[in-house]
């Protein structure tokens, strides 16, 4: 029997059958809750951003796949920008600091160590405050990890499939997979010898070494550069030619410093690291992890490098969080 997923204030949708609720209240009062100390205002604006949100859009759940195909067809503008063979051919050639690492089709891009700026002093109280931090090198993936990729690890160790892996949109093999818990991330990551980031190595990787509001620089999204949603939170929009996910590799112009493709927007992606203030409050007891980057269902407010969700780590029926790994140094 489905349970009713709320989407956001007088919107109800049937979806799926799911175990959990997004951002319901109480299970949000621990001490790394953004909700904590904070003015019901900014508690209900959180509660709106749920990545579970933009279901009115969504088929049912198990649908058949040629049906759905029809009804929602390849979206306008789809052309994926990256092909196996390019992503080989760009590494034959030497012009990207990047090894094919472990993942089949999904590179490792060289984050050099040095100095970036971390946080904002302009922003949400939770992005406070601005400062410079000396990085150690890492490796990150260049895009989201795909269906494929996942179907992959699936079938190499039995982990459980991700909860929209027969969907006929969302389930397409070069789509970011989604509906993924944190659990199921990591251990995606950890198979193959890497980790989830962590907030400092994201917004190092999406905002360059000056501290970038958005991957490709400072001034805001182009249709171009970003898979988002509708001016309003949060529904999809199709005017960047993509009314939910896009392929992982699309979006080039809206590539980071080092070629990291959509660290904003098309789905967000987990963290390794559990939600706390930045200064000020303990973390004791905290257990939601953090979300970055926004997705396709996002408005202009999330759709920022800084942005921190905090997440039931638990939740793995949103359709829009996915994640990407990264290798640290040793
Ligand atoms: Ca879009
Ligand atoms: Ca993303």
């Known amino acids: ?105 999904n590179p490792l891009i060289e984050i050099p160590a040095g100095p970036f700026v971390f946080g904002r002093d302009d922003g949400p109280e939770n992005e406070r405050p601005r400062r410079v931090l000396e990085g150690r090198a890492f490796a990150i993936n260049r895009t989201e990890i795909t269906n494929r990729q996942y179907g992959a690890f699936v079938a190499a160790t039995g982990h459980r499939r991700a909860f929209y892996a027969d969907h006929p949109l969302l389930g397409l093999a070069d789509r970011p997979v989604v509906g993924v818990s944190w659990g199921d991330a990591d251990a995606f990551c950890r198979h193959y010898g890497l980790a989830l980031p962590s907030e400092q190595q994201y917004e190092r990787a999406a905002r360059g070494t000056e501290g970038n509001a958005f991957p490709w620089g400072t001034r805001s999204r182009g249709e171009a550069r970003a898979n988002i949603g509708a001016a309003v939170c949060c529904t999809g929009d199709d005017r960047d030619g993509y009314p939910m996910t896009a392929p992982a590799g699309s979006f080039n112009a809206g590539a980071s410093l080092e070629g990291v493709l959509n660290l904003v927007g098309n789905v967000w992606e987990w963290t390794r690291d559990v939600y706390a203030p930045y200064i000020g409050a303990s973390v004791a007891g905290g257990r939601h992890r953090v979300l970055r980057g926004g997705a396709w269902n996002s408005d202009a407010r999330h759709l920022t490098t800084t942005y921190r969700l905090a997440y039931d780590p638990d939740f793995r029926f949103a359709a829009n969080g996915g994640f990407r790994c990264v290798r640290s140094s040793p």
């Open 1 to 105: 029997m489905s349970s009713l997923i709320v989407c956001r204030a007088g919107v109800v949708t049937p979806l799926c059958p799911a175990g959990h609720l997004p951002h319901k209240g109480g299970d949000r009062q621990d001490a790394g809750s953004p909700l904590r100390d904070r003015s019901s205002h900014a508690a209900a604006e959180v509660e709106r951003d749920a990545w579970a949100a933009p279901l009115a859009s969504l088929p049912p759940c198990g649908g058949d796949a040629r049906q759905g195909r029809g009804g929602y067809g390849p979206p306008l503008g789809y052309s994926p920008h990256v092909t196996a063979a390019a992503i080989a051919l760009f590494l034959a050639s030497g012009s990207l600091a990047a090894d094919a690492g472990p993942i089949a089709g």
